[in-house]
């Protein structure tokens, strides 16, 4: 099984090198920001003739957006904007503008609606001081040392890495991997290069392949299994608030930069700024490691696994949990486990957000009309089941498993809410033991109208 995957380390670069590398992403920033005028002021041009009366066949030329039109249009201008373009690599060039192209068909895709989600903004001139450095390799020598403790990329030449990179030079050695592009970027107050690899894995198969198990994510228990393990929440950001506000103190204090005066940032404002810096990259790497070592170890265990697919966007306008939330990073942990299921030769399913996994009854499938989130334990009033919520709302994503198996590969109508939970016309049934869960809805609903959401496969 082919499948692209990236592998990050940490570089240790001399001054002299560190200054390649700025100057690389600086050129990378000079050649977006030319391109992103000259589309802009062609859109302008068509915009003030349309105004004029000016028939659409005599209007300027329009520019092409593609990588290709933008590449060219650079070569042709680049001898005047940039003299000094021998200086880097071709690569820098192309990093901008390819940056370019893509914000621009984001952006002419979500006005066109052919781009789900948030709508994307018009493409921003990149800063020099706001903007992230970074630079991309996709063509010349691109390696890794016999000695693994050094790369090599084109015109940066031997760069020192911070860890060793054997498990990536013996892929390339054994010829299951092949590099496609290289990536430095320095975030948090260090520099990394991110190789892009299309790899050859070999086929895998879980511990239990057989075993199903729902996954509820919450706040005060980052994970709760169906299995009745429960995986605490580090809340590595709420550890760390109290160094963060020290440090966001101490920066305040200082004299930063001002655009409306022109004022450059001292000596000691940068260097704040660094610490603080450096402080949330720590926060983002203890959450990056504790997400992946949790859904690599469900990955390679079970089998199936049953998440919600939750608005986490909407969830974050509560004020009042927003902090936490993204400090327990939902979308990411669903992120891996979608990649990391296909990995191991397991299966993700994912129902549908306004399944009332929380407000059913997993031993009789009796339903709630609500349930606040204060209460902590679900109380069944049509059975009498007391059990933590998060454990039964996993116990019921696992259920749903059996739905989607009697469907087959096809979308199924499982038990859901349409929004609002309803109670009206419902009649409680009983469930044999032992059986799935089509034969534990709990629930009749009335004739003529579907509850059912959809229940889908990522793969």
Not at 55 to 84: F, I, Q
Not at 174 to 188: D, E, I, L, P, Q
Request: glycine share 8%.
């Amino acid at each position: 099984m082919k499948t692209i995957q990236a592998n990050r380390f940490a570089l240790d670069l001399t001054p002299g090198q560190e200054r390649d590398v700025y100057a690389h992403a600086g050129a990378a920033r000079v050649a977006h920001n030319w391109a992103l005028a000259r589309v802009k002021a062609v859109m302008d041009q068509r915009a003030a003739e349309r105004t004029y009366g000016v028939p659409d066949k005599l209007l300027t030329p329009s520019l092409s957006w593609s990588l290709a039109a933008l590449r060219r249009a650079w070569n042709t201008a680049k001898a005047e904007v940039a003299p000094w373009w021998t200086e880097v690599s071709k690569e820098a060039f192309n990093t901008g503008l390819d940056a370019l192209a893509r914000g621009l068909k984001n952006w002419a895709d979500s006005r066109s609606g052919k781009r789900a989600g948030r709508s994307v903004r018009f493409p921003r001139f990149k800063s020099r001081r706001r903007t992230t450095p970074s630079v991309r390799f996709t063509t010349g020598a691109i390696r890794v040392e016999p000695d693994r403790m050094h790369v090599v990329l084109p015109r940066l030449g031997r760069l020192k890495l911070h860890e060793s990179a054997r498990k990536l030079a013996r892929r390339l050695d054994n010829g299951t991997a092949r590099v496609m592009s290289a990536t430095v970027r320095r975030n948090g107050g260090r520099w990394y290069v991110a190789f892009t690899v299309e790899v050859e894995r070999a086929e895998r198969v879980p511990a239990r392949p057989d075993s199903v198990v729902g996954v509820d994510v919450g706040i005060k228990h980052l994970a709760v299994l169906s299995t009745g393990e429960l995986v605490d929440n580090p809340r590595h950001l709420g550890t760390a608030q109290t160094r963060l506000r020290a440090l966001g103190r101490t920066l305040s204090r200082k004299a930063g930069p001002d655009r409306r005066t022109g004022r450059r940032p001292s000596k000691r404002w940068e260097r704040a700024a660094a610490r603080l810096g450096r402080a949330h990259a720590r926060v983002a790497n203890l959450r990056r490691d504790g997400l992946h070592k949790l859904t690599t170890r469900v990955a390679r265990e079970y089998g199936t696994l049953v998440v919600e697919d939750l608005n986490v966007a909407g969830m974050l306008r509560n004020r009042r949990l927003a902090r936490h939330i993204a400090d327990a990073g939902f979308a990411e942990l669903r992120r891996h486990l979608a990649y990391k299921t296909e990995w191991n030769g397991g299966r993700l399913l994912v129902a549908d957000r306004w399944h009332p996994s929380s407000k059913t009854c997993s031993g009789c499938g009796a339903a709630k009309a609500k349930l606040a989130l204060s209460e902590r334990e679900y109380h069944c009033e049509a059975c009498g089941l007391v059990m933590d919520r998060d454990r039964n709302a996993a116990l019921n994503l696992a259920a749903l498993a059996a739905e989607f198996d009697t469907a087959g590969s096809g979308p199924v109508a499982g038990r859901g809410a349409d929004q609002k939970t309803r109670i009206r016309g419902q009649v409680a049934v009983k469930r044999q033991p032992g059986t799935a869960s089509a034969d534990q809805t709990g629930t009749v609903p009335p004739q003529g109208r579907t509850t059912g959401r959809v229940l889908t496969k990522e793969h």
